[in-house]
T-cell receptor, first 113, second 112 residues
């Protein structure tokens, strides 16, 4: 069965520090992979996506993610975090059939000055 | 600009009442979805529709109903059978699994 695991419920980083949010998935084939960001009381915004080609993908707001098939991972990174990056981050897998998506439970990011 | 509009942003319901949450999209997407979000539980799928006049139950459909009479619209009714309806509700649409979702800005429902 398809599933997505975000092992870190909450992460705190200092402004200007680097960031890595972890995502592991379980899927029978090469999946479609996504990272979304949610500010409090808002909907989710797509940060980046992977479905083929270069395993390092660039997204909006300076984020990037790397697909590692051998580790079934799709970790999100940013070299220097800004206070405005404080939000909830969700990893998701899109299935080929049925147009279904599976979300992780999210990682809450706090940025301290 | 194309997008998804959810209304209202805040909704209050008395015990025993049915309420309907609106979701409209002008993206020409075939698929639409309703999710419920509770603190610490991520997103849980309530209902989804791949095409007009057809919809399927998600993981937590009990106490909810939907309709899909038009491609642009996918309203969600929270019935009195839903015992714990206070939550944040998100509507989304998609043109295909490779493209991800477009989300609305959500409706916060509170039972008073």
């Amino acid at each position: 069965a398809q599933s997505v695991t975000q092992p870190d419920i909450h992460i705190t980083v200092s402004e200007g520090a680097s960031l890595e949010l972890r995502c592991n998935y379980s899927y029978g084939a090469t999946p479609y992979l996504f990272w979304y960001v949610q500010s409090p009381g808002q909907g989710l915004q797509l940060l980046l996506k992977y479905f083929s080609g270069d395993t390092l993908v660039q997204g909006i707001k300076g984020f990037e993610a790397e697909f590692k098939r051998s580790q079934s991972s799709f970790n999100l990174r940013k070299p220097s975090v800004h206070w405005s990056d404080a939000a909830e981050y969700f990893c998701a897998v899109g299935a080929y059939t049925g147009n279904q998506f599976y979300f992780g439970t999210g990682t809450s990011l706090t940025v301290i000055p | 600009d194309g997008g998804i509009t959810q209304s209202p942003k805040y909704l209050f319901r008395k015990e025993g009442q049915n309420v309907t949450l609106s979701c409209e999209q002008n993206l020409n997407h075939d698929a639409m979805y309703w999710y419920r979000q509770d603190p610490g539980q991520g997103l849980r799928l309530i209902y989804y529709s791949q095409i007009v006049n057809d919809f399927q139950k998600g993981d937590i459909a009990e106490g909810y109903s939907v309709s899909r009479e038009k491609k642009e619209s996918f309203p969600l009714t929270v019935t009195s059978a839903q015992k714990n309806p206070t939550a944040f509700y998100l509507c989304a649409s998609s043109i295909g699994a490779a493209y991800g979702y477009t989300f609305g800005s959500g409706t916060r429902l509170t039972v008073v």
